[in-house]
C-alpha cells in the first residue's frame, strides 16, 4: 500500500466569512497545495485535515459546511465516486450556499449533479498551477473572506500592556476564591485529618516518613513467545488486550505515538503473528486486541463470532473480509492497516463506530454509505 501523507494547513473555526473546501481525498496531492496557497495569502478557510483526533467526523464536517460563508468544490472523477463529497454537495445546496466548483481535470456531470451546481461559479483549472488557482479563489472570495492568520485559527495575540494586567486580575481573583474556599473547609471540618491521629490500638499507615500509595498498574511484558504461549493456553477471560509484545488492562492505554506503540507511557517492541493461532481458540473472547502483532491475514478469527471489540491496528493486514463472520461486532478499530478496501464495513449488522487514521477516513466514509456508524479518527 502505498503511503499517504498530507500536510496539515491552519484551518479558520471562527465567525467571520471562510470558505469551506469539499474535495476527494485522492486528489490531495492537487487540492492541498491551493489551500497551502490561501493559507499563505491569509483567506480563512477549513478543510479536513482541521478535524482533531478523536472528533466524529460527519459532525464536524457538518457543522463546519453550516457555518462556512462559500463552499469550494474541487470537481474530479474521485469526487463524483465519493459518497461523501457528494453528500457534502447536496448538503451546500439544501442549505442555499453560495458555491465555487473547480474543475481540476475535463468532466461531464451527471444531470442531478449538474443542476443542483447550476448556480455555482465556474472556474476551469485543468492544467492550472496551485498558485494561480489560489489566485483566482482569492479575487472570486473577496476581501470579506481575508483575516490576519492567527485570529479564529487559535489562542488569540494581545499586546503585553494588556496581558500583565489580566495575569495580574487572574491571580489576585484566584488568591481570593482560595481564601475563602479554605475558611469555609476550616469551618465546615473538611481539614480535619490534617490533625488526625491513629486511635489506640490502631496501625498508622505511615512509617518513617513515606506516605501510603497505590503502586501504579505496569502493562505485562513478555519477553519471549514461549513465555507468552505459557500464559495464553491458561487465559480464560472475556477480554485480551495485546499490544507488541505486551499485554494491557484497558484498551484506553494502547497509543501510537509518531508510529510507534505504546501501552501507557511504556513503548512496545512489535509482536509475533504466531499469537494468532492461539488466540483464535479463545471462542469466549468478546473484545480483542491484536496490536502490532505484524498479521497479515485475520481470517483465523471467523471462528470467534462472539466478538464485540476489535483493534487490529498496525498489522499489515490487507484483507478485510473476515469481518463478515462477526456479526456482533460493535467497534473496530483499524488505524494503520494495509487495508485499501473497506465494503465489508457496510454489511456488519452490530457496527457502532470505527478508529481509522486521517488517511482512510474518507475511503471508510465511502465504504459505509448512508449508515449510522461513528467514524473517528485517530
Keep these: 500500500m502505498r503511503e499517504l501523507k498530507f500536510p496539515v494547513y491552519k484551518t479558520y473555526s471562527g465567525t467571520d466569512p471562510y470558505a469551506f473546501i469539499s474535495y476527494a481525498h485522492g486528489d490531495a496531492d492537487r487540492v492541498l497545495p491551493v489551500i497551502g496557497a490561501l493559507n499563505e495569502d491569509l483567506f480563512r478557510q477549513w478543510y479536513d485535515g482541521g478535524i482533531e483526533a478523536g472528533t466524529n467526523w460527519p459532525e464536524a464536517v457538518a457543522s463546519h459546511l453550516l457555518q462556512a460563508g462559500t463552499v469550494v468544490f474541487f470537481l474530479s472523477a474521485r469526487f463524483l465516486n465519493s459518497q461523501n463529497c457528494i453528500r457534502e454537495a447536496n448538503y451546500a445546496v439544501s442549505e442555499r450556499k453560495p458555491m465555487i466548483c473547480v474543475f481540476l481535470e475535463p468532466l461531464e456531470l451527471p444531470s442531478d449533479l449538474a443542476m443542483q451546481f447550476s448556480t455555482a461559479t465556474v472556474v476551469h483549472a485543468e492544467s492550472t498551477a496551485p498558485e494561480e488557482v489560489a489566485k483566482t479563489l482569492g479575487s472570486l472570495l473577496g476581501s470579506a473572506y481575508l483575516g490576519d492568520g492567527v485570529t479564529g ?15 495580574v486580575s487572574i491571580v489576585f481573583a484566584s488568591f481570593f476564591l482560595l481564601t475563602l474556599l479554605f475558611m469555609v473547609g476550616y469551618f465546615s471540618g473538611w481539614f480535619s485529618f490534617l490533625s488526625a491521629k491513629p486511635a489506640i490500638g490502631e496501625t498508622s499507615t505511615v512509617q518513617s516518613g513515606q506516605a501510603e500509595a497505590t503502586p501504579e498498574a505496569t502493562p505485562l511484558e513478555f519477553k519471549d513467545s514461549v513465555t507468552r504461549d505459557i500464559l495464553l493456553r491458561n487465559y480464560e477471560e472475556a477480554s485480551l488486550y495485546l499490544c507488541g509484545n505486551t499485554m494491557a488492562a484497558d484498551p484506553s492505554a494502547i497509543r501510537r505515538v509518531n508510529g510507534a506503540w505504546y501501552v501507557g507511557k511504556s513503548k512496545v517492541q512489535p509482536g509475533n503473528p ?48 473476515f469481518l463478515a463472520s462477526l456479526p456482533d461486532l460493535k467497534t473496530l478499530r483499524i488505524v494503520d492497516v494495509g487495508a485499501t478496501d473497506y ?22 466514509l465511502d465504504a459505509l454509505g448512508d449508515s449510522d456508524v461513528d467514524v473517528v479518527v485517530k
Design 153 to 167: 485559527y487559535g489562542p488569540v495575540h494581545v499586546g503585553p500592556e494588556w496581558n500583565v494586567w489580566r495575569i
Design 274 to 321: 504466531s499469537v494468532l493461532e492461539l488466540v483464535a481458540q479463545k471462542r469466549n473472547i468478546a473484545h480483542l486486541a491484536l496490536v502490532d502483532q505484524g498479521i497479515e491475514s485475520f481470517d483465523a478469527l471467523v471462528s470467534m463470532s462472539k466478538l464485540q471489540y476489535l483493534d487490529i491496528s498496525g498489522n499489515p493486514v490487507t484483507d478485510l473480509g
Design 343 to 364: 465494503s465489508v464495513l457496510s454489511s456488519l449488522p452490530a457496527l457502532e463506530t470505527v478508529y481509522v487514521e486521517y488517511a482512510s477516513a474518507g475511503a471508510v
